[in-house]
């Protein structure tokens, strides 16, 4: 099968998928004597990414596999596209989020000892049923806490591989420091609608 046909076919399975689709995935659409390699199909893909560049649309190798999905660039103007507001996550659920994905597997108790304060249940059912957590296992204690860890719908969620490409705790110190770019103190900017 040539390239450009290859292509064609991957990007017509990304596109109605609506989800991200692994290599064996895709392999698995071809009969098995007609089954591109897995280096081929990477090829194609690759080569599908860069047809890609430029556009308002981008072919993106997450967790769960590859998927077609809008730039971030385009994210106001296609949202409108749903009545529904997208949903607004407190601080201690992102928190609650961040501790698990950093220092994972980790108990409730232990989320709070970090935090100092009780960590609601409503979070906790929240993250599960996004699916961005899981129960891992249990900690051999009294009361055998669960042990809690993130997923691939997680990692597929924020535009993640593996949790090897979560910023550093360094650079996340580093954006807390940055000073904002309009000075705080001075005159107030001139008002410019006409009253």
């Not at 989800?19 to 995935?25: F, I, K, M, W």
């Not at 106001?76 to 201690?92: D, F, K, T």
């Not at 669960?146 to 593996?162: E, K, M, P, Q, V």
Request: hydrophobic share 45%.
């Amino acid at each position: 099968m040539d390239a450009a046909r290859l292509r064609n076919i991957l990007e017509a399975a990304l596109l109605a998928a609506g989800r991200p689709l692994s290599l064996d995935a895709l392999a698995a659409l071809f009969a098995e004597h007609e089954r591109p390699p897995r280096g081929q199909l990477r090829a194609c893909l690759e080569a599908l990414a860069e047809e890609y560049a430029g556009r308002a649309v981008e072919l993106k190798e997450v967790a769960s596999g590859w998927r077609v999905q809008v730039r971030a660039d385009y994210a106001p103007w296609v949202q409108r596209l749903w009545e529904e507001r997208p949903a607004r996550y407190s601080r201690a659920l992102l928190e609650t989020l961040a501790l698990i994905a950093y220092r994972q597997p980790i108990t409730r108790g232990e989320i709070e000892a970090i935090r100092g304060v009780a960590v609601s249940s409503n979070i906790i059912r929240t993250l599960l049923d996004r699916g961005w957590i899981r129960v891992v296992g249990h900690r051999d204690a009294p009361g055998r806490p669960a042990l809690f860890g993130t997923t691939r719908a997680f990692l597929d969620h924020f535009n993640l591989r593996s949790l090897d490409e979560l910023p550093t705790l360094a650079e996340l110190r580093d954006l807390d420091a940055v000073e904002p770019e309009l000075p705080l103190a001075g005159p107030a900017p001139a008002d410019h609608d006409g009253g």
